[in-house]
């Protein structure tokens, strides 16, 4: 026996959870914590939203710059926040840490509502992104380690997708509260940041019915607590459909129990050692992404308001059709993802999400564009970039094993973040206040590209995890050999 590895548990709950069918369980799940993409919706659409009432504030008084800063701010906290909360995911459970990072995200968000100046602002918006970072690696280890293997590849876009339900409501609640004379000038904005954190309240009641992850629990050595929560679960779902096999037919997995917690040089041999190419592949896909939206989405107001002359109050009724357009991407195009197949899917939606946008640039640097075919380009462009950006977070969350899933997910939402989005608010931002029509077309053909780019790397290297279970996908790193 290894050194270090003194005992082993064997169990079949892994592939009895991928057996299930799908249940008001499972439901229950993406609900709860599913909405933490609605909440990052929600941030990020009334950050671009009020970008003229912030400039407009008699108090904050802010310019392009510091709005592009603030979005730089969200996001560097989401990288930080990512990186911590993962690391305390992996070593102290799933369950623990989405309440954390939960109760993070109500209190910044609450604190943003009452920024007295441009830096409390700024502190207030990274430690959100701080909040909303952690909940990406606590939620997404979290659901796809519940949902059966057959149902994930959906399941994953749909719930990255709901990110958009986050951004209808922000748009509809920046049209309501922006409205000139409705409310003073500098209370639209505060009360606008304020309904995140009480959706975030509400969310926290339901998160108490959701249950730690039999898989990291076997990982632990408490088999007896995993074999309950799976044993509750199956019972739940008997009541409404019938088991496709008896309970003791699952094949079994062996585990050596992990007495000590993964650090950032077990994750780095897991990942550039063990499964270089996948690591290659999430970064690729990550950065590609994150570039392509946070350029364009944070941005969207200044774009409308600058070269299109769209109030503050008129930026929600654009935003609307581009929300819905990203979030019925993923929900149409997310079940291909499990049968077509991962590696067909994500490069044909990387490609055409690219190749779309760059067109669009072109139409942009033309003048051939209004606000409303500006906003209809978006929409057609994020259809499609919506469902690839959603399986870049699908593929980091299911190609590294179960003990470092959760610090795989933060590592690669950092980097893609960090390389492709920290700085592409701010430099949209600065190549928007020069008023330079080609500059910013620029801008958008270096997005355009790194989709192309990402999409070619899919296809190259992409692996073909639809269906199959997260052991199979890859052989966690406390395997102990055949039963």
């Known amino acids: 026996m290894r050194k270090g590895w003194p005992e082993v548990v064997e169990s079949a709950v892994p592939a009895r959870l991928d057996a299930l069918p799908w249940a008001l369980f499972h439901t229950r799940v993406i609900v709860a914590l599913g909405i933490t993409w609605v909440l990052d919706g929600l941030e990020v659409t009334l950050a671009g939203a009020v970008a003229g009432a912030l400039k407009a504030s008699p108090l904050l008084h802010m310019s392009d710059a510091e709005v592009g800063l603030s979005a730089s701010a969200y996001l560097t906290g989401a990288v930080i926040g990512a990186l911590l909360f993962g690391w305390l995911t992996d070593r102290f459970g799933r369950k623990r840490l989405f309440f954390v990072t939960l109760g993070v995200y109500i209190l910044a968000t609450a604190a943003t509502a009452l920024a007295p100046s441009f830096a409390m602002f700024a502190i207030a918006r990274f430690v959100t992104g701080a909040g909303i970072g952690g909940e990406y690696s606590a939620i997404n280890s979290a659901i796809q380690e519940l949902i059966p293997a057959r149902f994930r590849g959906r399941t994953d876009l749909g719930v990255n997708g709901s990110f958009w339900l986050g951004a209808v409501l922000g748009a509809i609640a920046s049209s309501l509260l922006l409205e000139p004379g409705r409310l003073p000038a500098d209370v639209g904005w505060r009360l606008a940041f304020g309904s995140g954190a009480v959706l975030g309240l509400g969310i926290l009641l339901l998160r108490r019915y959701i249950p730690e992850s039999p898989r990291w629990l076997l990982m632990h050595g408490r088999v007896a607590e995993a074999e309950r929560i799976c044993a509750a679960v199956e019972q739940e779902t008997s009541a409404t459909s019938p088991p496709s096999s008896p309970r003791d037919s699952h094949p079994r997995i062996r585990l050596h129990v992990r007495r000590r917690s993964i650090g ?205 279970s997260l052991e199979d996908v890859a052989r966690p790193l406390s395997w102990a050999g055949p039963p």
């Open 264 to 468: 950032f040089a077990d994750l780095g041999i897991t990942l550039f050692r063990t499964y270089p190419r996948r690591a290659l592949l999430g970064v690729v896909l990550m950065t590609a992404q994150a570039f392509c939206y946070n350029a364009i989405f944070f941005t969207y107001a200044l774009i409308l308001g600058r070269f299109y002359a769209v109030p503050p109050e008129r930026i929600g009724v654009y935003l609307l059709p581009f929300a819905i357009s990203n979030f019925l991407g993923p929900l149409v195009l997310g079940r291909y993802f499990d049968t077509w197949g991962r590696r067909q899917m994500i490069a044909t939606t990387y490609a055409l999400s690219g190749l779309l946008l760059g067109i669009t640039a072109w139409l942009f640097v033309a003048g051939l564009l209004t606000a409303a075919t500006q906003t209809l380009a978006w929409t057609v462009v994020f259809f499609f970039a919506s469902a690839a950006a959603s399986s870049a977070y699908l593929v980091v969350s299911e190609s590294f094993p179960v003990e470092v899933r959760a610090l795989s997910i933060a590592l690669f939402y950092a980097l893609g973040t960090g390389i492709g989005g920290i700085g592409a608010p701010w430099l949209f931002g600065a190549l928007i206040g020069t008023g330079e029509v080609r500059a910013i077309a620029w801008g958008y053909a270096l997005g355009a590209l790194l989709m192309v780019v990402a999409g070619a790397v899919a296809w190259r290297i992409g692996i073909a995890a639809e269906c199959k």
